[in-house]
């Protein structure tokens, strides 16, 4: 219909703007980003890059290790490069069994299932545990998986303040039917590790299930690695569901999830994140397993992740930047704004240091920083040249 002349015209509208282009509030939304410094890009890595890397979640150095990588490589070759099909029809492979019972074993858990990645695992676990009409307490700085699960699960969430089981406990207090408290291990932007076993006190009490997302403590926290739940006597319980990731301390890809052996057949009969997607391939299916064995032979390289950890805090903090202390593997390190951190992360590349950028909205407090990880195979003098490289380049303020 067309517009009357003596119509008011919207201020706000951009007068170039098309308004038959259907994705035309796209390009709005990108300057807008741009306005705030939030832009994102893609940069393809090489293969052999001469970064000192502190921005990868490899944390036991496992991915190139060449007794992983070989193992990925017969896989591929003995199974083909992909799974082929969904876990129920084509995809599974004895790889998989393989890798799920060893997967439950190590961490003292029933049984074990295996999925394409960390986030659907997450979903897979929150969904099919949860229904409408269940009461889901989420942590405030849960993983954005965690939170999708919530949105799809159809169930009453309640966010409850950081790591706080006081508030998870007031928010069950008179909830009458299915309750699940959520929560990460290990937060994957600050690298604080949540209080699972006053979490855990809370739900039996109140009859609440408990999921954790372990994806940054396997391979880190527990005897030899064998995650937060275990270190924190929750192995084996049940009432506790964990999900993890292959794609960290283990160097390959895919995510897992593990508890009782009841809890796993469920998800096979209703996780639609399970049920509707391809299976892991074959090679990642394999390269996790050969990490998973290597780290039971080497159990000392979860305590020397740790240690990197401390030790980078530790300098980073005598050098009077805002690190925060770190539980497992990840060092948070404060910047004043995203413009700022962007430049800093500009700089420690430039100086041969790559590191991770994390500004609003992928940060729950919205406060702009860098977040280094942890490698058990960083050597002394890798820990103080990249400590260097933060400190000088470093923003003012």
């Not at 950890?309 to 009077?320: C, F, K, P, V, Y």
Request: hydrophobic letters at 45%; aromatic letters at 4%.
């Amino acid at each position: 219909m067309p517009q009357d002349q003596d119509q008011e015209q919207d201020p706000d509208r951009d007068p170039g703007r098309d308004d038959r282009d259907p994705f035309g509030w796209i390009d709005e939304e990108a300057a807008a980003r741009r306005r705030a410094g939030l832009v994102r890009t893609l940069r393809p890595r090489p293969a052999a890059s001469p970064l000192l890397d502190l921005a990868s979640n490899d944390y036991l150095g496992l991915a190139r290790h060449p007794a992983v990588t070989a193992a990925a490589a017969d896989a591929a070759r003995l199974w083909g490069a992909g799974a082929t099909g969904s876990r129920l029809v084509t995809g599974s492979t004895g790889l998989h069994a393989e890798l799920e019972a060893e997967l439950a074993d190590f961490c003292g858990f029933e049984a074990a299932l295996v999925l394409s990645s960390g986030y659907a695992a997450n979903l897979a676990a929150v969904t099919a545990l949860t229904a409408r009409g269940t009461l889901i307490v989420s942590d405030a700085a849960n993983h954005a998986s965690l939170i999708d699960g919530c949105r799809l699960s159809r169930a009453v969430t309640a966010v409850v303040p950081h790591a706080d089981p006081g508030a998870a406990a007031k928010v069950l207090d008179g909830h009458e039917g299915r309750a699940v408290v959520l929560t990460d291990a290990v937060f994957s932007v600050d690298g604080d590790a949540a209080p699972l076993d006053r979490l855990a006190a809370v739900c039996r009490e109140r009859g609440a299930a408990l999921i954790v997302d372990d994806a940054h403590g396997l391979g880190v926290l527990g005897e030899g690695g064998r995650g937060a739940p275990y270190a924190a006597g929750l192995a084996g319980s049940p009432d506790t569901a964990v999900t993890v990731t292959l794609s960290k301390s283990l160097g390959s890809q895919g995510g897992a999830v593990l508890g009782p052996a009841r809890v796993i057949e469920h998800l096979v009969n209703t996780a639609r994140a399970f049920i509707f997607d391809t299976g892991l391939a074959p090679a990642a299916a394999g390269g996790a397993l050969a990490a998973l064995r290597l780290l039971r032979r080497e159990p000392e390289r979860a305590a020397r992740a740790r240690a990197v950890a401390a030790s980078l805090h530790e300098r980073l903090t005598a050098a009077g930047l805002a690190s925060v202390r770190p539980d497992a593997a990840v060092v948070s390190v404060r910047a004043p704004s995203p413009e700022a951190a962007l430049r800093w992360a500009a700089d420690c590349r430039a100086g041969g240091l790559a590191v991770g950028c994390f500004r609003p909205p992928s940060v729950p407090d919205g406060v702009s920083r860098l977040r280094l990880t942890a490698r058990a195979d960083l050597t002394d003098d890798q820990i103080e040249r990249a400590v260097a490289v933060i400190v000088a380049a470093a923003p003012a303020g």
